[in-house]
Nanobody, 122 residues
Framework: QVQVVESGGGYVQAGGSLRLSCAASGSIFSINVMGWYRQAPGKQRELVATITRGGSTNDVDSVKGRFTISRDNAKNTVYLQMNSLRPEDTAVYYC????????????????WGQGTQVTVSS
């Protein structure tokens, strides 16, 4: 069993900051890529940022210079520091992780968290 749980969402005024956390737990052998996605009302889920186990990152243009993804491999946790938030950042933010379990260490499976709401007021 593997669980992926996000935390840290909330309500903030434009220009403010929030830090999201996502912890994976359970029968984990290793985790490769971890990432953050978001889904605004009436829109499709979109990629925000990803980070490999080695620390290589990728993020979308709309968050460059404002959001920073990082991870702690020892804690199986990924973070998203969000600064200079805008109303258009309002969405449910989901964590995603490519995990190899102890039971099946040769194959990666994608796990999603339940999502955490981020609301930015103007």
């Amino acid at each position: 069993q593997v669980q992926v749980v996000e935390s840290g969402g909330g309500y903030v005024q434009a220009g403010g900051s929030l830090r999201l956390s996502c912890a994976a737990s359970g029968s984990i052998f290793s985790i490769n890529v971890m990432g953050w996605y978001r889904q605004a009302p009436g829109k499709q889920r979109e990629l925000v940022a990803t980070i490999t186990r080695g620390g290589s990152t990728n993020d979308v243009d709309s968050v460059k210079g404002r959001f920073t993804i990082s991870r702690d491999n020892a804690k199986n946790t990924v973070y998203l520091q969000m600064n200079s938030l805008r109303p258009e950042d309002t969405a449910v933010y989901y964590c995603n992780a490519e995990i190899k379990t102890i039971r099946r260490p040769l194959k990666s499976y994608t796990y999603w968290g339940q999502g955490t709401q981020v609301t930015v007021s103007s």
